[in-house]
């Protein structure tokens, strides 16, 4: 059957390949990241004007306490993707140091404007480092990657996060982790629920650098009448090590990273079992981490933690786009050039995508620490993109923002809508 998405997804593919640019303008209204700093979790609210670019704005306390996982990679500081979620007018973000999850409502007149709804909640795990909300559902799924690794759920309600799963799901992880975790091999990356919220599944990273490999592994369990049952499917896709980032595409595929080599699509068959569908590696790719969909091409793009790259992808076979702005090799590859750090959480809105750098130090960039940043790329035909903006977030007085920076979301002018994927 044809579907409208197959419909909208070929004018989208026909329109941009018209033209050389694709010059839709900015749509977000604000865009939130965590400073997940050790001393006080804070949330910076940027205002972006008719453009998309950013400017100074707000910064919030969540009440919780950030932290870092022991880490070679520098600013991968929780190894996870979703540890800031925007639902409605409600963001959602994890406090790894504090073991706690954070609701803040956004002003309906004041996007900067956050307030704590009730308390920071118990994740009933350890580092709590990725969340995912269903407005549909009126749920909430925490991953907690350290000593007590599980997926725990709540209810979301006007008051908070109330209770759901009476006892976690379990994660194993092997070795079973510290707190905070060593990674970010051997780690619980990011929950998720499946396109049609018929299913949670959570992904789980092996070791690339382990002798031998350890494969990491795929959990699905699936959703009756808006419950999500306690039976749980694992199963390891063919050819996967470490599955990070990831988003859920029409039809029950899942898009994901794997920062062992590049990307693979996932299929599911109907007992929850996940299979390889299309793999690809990313030629020197160091850590494709983080995966964001734009709107406008439906073209889903990947970044490094190790390079400042990025890469377009099909989300209809997994194979990535050539574009304009690739390198000259040949490689579907974008080298951006404005001498910063790599990025990590990214976020599409618009034609514009949106990009955490985090501060510090950074192999094979020899010079002084470089300061927390963030990046506005615009999209240039099917995937290709050019940098707009880096900005440097100011930094107020007693506060910390370092390399410990994480998660993004960003708020649309169409109104409160959320991180949606299509």
Known sequence: MFSLFGLLAVVNLVAAAAVPSLNFGGHAKAVYFMSNNKDGNQIYALPADGRGFLSDGSVTKTGGKGAKEVSPTPGDSLGSQ??????????????????TVTVLEIDQNDPLKLTIVGEPVDSQGDFPNSIVVSSKLQLACVTNSGTRANINCFR??????????????????????????VGPPNTISQALFNHDESALITLVKGDPFATPIKIGYVSYFPIHNGEISREETRSVPNGTVS???SMALPGGNVFATDFAYGTVLLGFDNKGVASNLYKYSIPQQGATCWVAQSP?????????????????????????????TQNATGDPVTVLNNDANAMNDIAASGNLLYATIPGGPYPGKPGPTKPPQMVVLQEVGLAGVKVLQTFT?????????DDAMMGIAVLDKGGLLGNLPF
Do not use: M
Request: aromatic share 10%; proline share 11%.
């Open 82 to 99: 979703g540890s800031l979620v925007l639902s409605g007018n409600y963001l959602y973000a994890v406090n790894a140091g504090s073991n």
């Open 156 to 181: 979301t309600t006007k008051n908070g996060l109330k209770p759901y799963d009476k006892t976690p799901r379990s994660a194993t992880l092997n070795p079973a982790q510290s707190n905070p975790p």
């Open 243 to 245: 599955l990070f980032g």
């Open 296 to 324: 406008v091409t439906n073209t889903l793009y990947v970044t490094d933690a190790a390079y400042n790259t990025i890469v377009g992808f099909s989300p209809f076979t997994g194979k990535p786009i050539q574009s304009s």
């Open 393 to 401: 977030p100011k930094i107020p007085a007693n506060t910390t923002l």
